[in-house]
């Protein structure tokens, strides 16, 4: 499976922001998408992840009421969708994908997108 997210850039706080990640190769494997993210000099930390059939989102208390994961199977492309965004969201962000077999670990990695949040 590959993986390429895409949609960062620099806004400004209280700005909404939509990551997006295309999946390639063996989709009919994928059984999670997650979305992390690295801020500078600190620990990549999981947002929250997806399951890839029945849709069924998950999220980390930090950013539960603000982001929405989301997927559309036809496009083999999940989202994250961020509102209300703050200086502290200023991070490079990772979709990852796992086959069930390997989950939680996620195995299969995007190439990051940075998204700068200025106040």
């Known amino acids: 499976v590959q993986l390429q997210a895409s949609g960062g850039g620099l806004v400004q706080a209280g700005d909404s922001l939509r990551l997006s990640c295309a999946a390639a190769?063996?989709?009919?494997?994928?059984?999670?998408m997650a979305w992390f993210r690295q801020a500078p000099g600190k620990e990549r930390v999981l947002l929250g992840h997806?399951?890839?059939?029945?849709?069924?989102?998950y999220y980390k208390d930090f950013v539960k009421g603000r982001f929405t994961i989301s997927r559309e199977n036809a496009k083999n492309t999940g989202y994250l969708q961020m509102t209300n965004l703050k200086p502290d969201d200023t991070a490079v962000y990772y979709c990852?994908?796992?086959?069930?077999?390997?989950?939680?670990?996620?195995?299969?990695w995007g190439q990051g997108t940075q998204v700068t949040v200025s106040s």
């Open positions: 990852a994908a796992a086959a069930a077999s390997s989950f939680p670990d996620y195995n299969y």
């Open positions: 997806i399951t890839w059939t029945a849709g069924k989102a």
């Open positions: 190769g063996h989709t009919n494997s994928i059984y999670s």
